[in-house]
């Protein structure tokens, strides 16, 4: 389920469709899947209102690589950058 603005073929209709309160022609709220596929086939033009949650809560893959801190590749490199540059 998701929030859509969906817009009627008939622009002024003021009335129910499929459950849907319907004023001037559009309704916006939360739309359960299943009619979404009528509405599209029956030519209402269907707007998403809001991001998915996956997409707005999470970075993408590729962003949190950027993001993580570099690691030394090995000890003499781990020891290089916590000894100012000398290795043991």
């Known amino acids: ?19 849907l309160a319907f004023a001037k022609g559009v309704y916006e709220g939360e739309v359960p899947d299943g009619p979404l596929a009528y509405f599209t086939a029956q030519g ?14 999470a970075p993408a893959e590729d962003e949190a ?8 590749a090995t000890k003499a ?4 950058t916590t000894d100012g540059g000398e290795s043991k």
């Open 44 to 57: 209402y033009t269907v707007e998403p209102l809001d991001e998915a949650p996956d997409e707005a809560e």
């Open 65 to 72: 690589a950027d993001k993580a801190p570099a690691k030394p």
């Open 1 to 19: 389920m998701g929030a859509y603005r969906i817009s009627t073929p008939v622009p002024e209709f003021t009335g129910e469709v499929g459950g």
């Open 77 to 80: 490199a781990a020891a290089k």
